[in-house]
Each structure stands twice: as C-alpha cells, then as structure tokens.
C-alpha cells in the first residue's frame, strides 16, 4: 500500500487546503479537516492508481502551542485507557476473589461499590 504525506493549512477564509508534496498538482481544499482529506484522496485518484487504498500521513500545519496541546490530549487519553483496562481487571479479579471466599454477590458488591448485576457481568466475563 502507498504512504502519501499530506500537508494540511488553513487559508485567509478559514477553508483547509490541502496538498501532497510528493505529487506536484495534486491538491484540494474543504472547509473541514474531513472534508479537505476526502477532496485530496479524490484529486489524488486523478493522478495515480490505488489513490483509494493509499495510506494518507496528515501534516496538520497549526501553531506551535495547538500541536503540543493535542499531543497532550492524545497521550492522556491513552493514559486513561490503560488504567481503564488495569481497573476492570482488577474489579473482575476482586470480585471472584471475594465470591470464591464465600461471599455473595451483593456482599462483594457492597465492598467493591459496584451494583450485584455489575458483580455478575463481571463474574460471567472471567
């Protein structure tokens, strides 16, 4: 599959243009980044075959300080997967360790403040 890089900016009126450097004449615009992307895979299909199924690297170009904020977004968002997956299995760990001692499940639901149909969602996925 071919990579093509796709430098993206905003013009004078607000629209996004987009270009790929590597194909000289190949460009489009729209007044979304979406938009802009589905213009420049139709305008690059003009110029080669397999535009459709081509990879496009997004060169979004925006102040300095814009980057580094999305940058941040991104990384706390994959942060907050992570331990989003590390609590759910230690819950569904915790609440078999507890109905294995002899609990039920209301009572392992109590101590882990989970409601019991959560408990036996949990109970079912392990």
């Known amino acids: ?13 607000g629209a996004w243009v987009a270009n790929v ?25 003009l110029w080669v075959n397999g535009a459709e199924s081509a990879e496009l690297a997004d060169d979004v170009r925006l102040p300095s300080e814009a980057i580094a904020a999305v940058r941040r977004s991104r990384g706390a968002r994959k942060k907050l997967t992570r331990a989003r997956d590390v609590a759910g299995s230690a819950t569904a760990d915790a609440a078999r360790q507890l109905v294995e001692a002899g609990l039920g ?4 639901a109590y101590l882990l403040d989970l409601s019991h149909q959560r408990v036996q969602q949990l109970l079912r996925s392990l």
């Open 1 to 13: 599959m071919k990579r093509y890089r796709v430098v993206l900016e905003r013009d004078e009126s």
């Open 21 to 45: 450097p590597s194909i000289p004449g190949c460009h489009s615009y729209g007044r979304s980044l979406v938009e802009a992307r589905r213009r420049v895979r139709e305008a690059l299909a």
């Open 105 to 108: 499940v209301r009572d392992a």
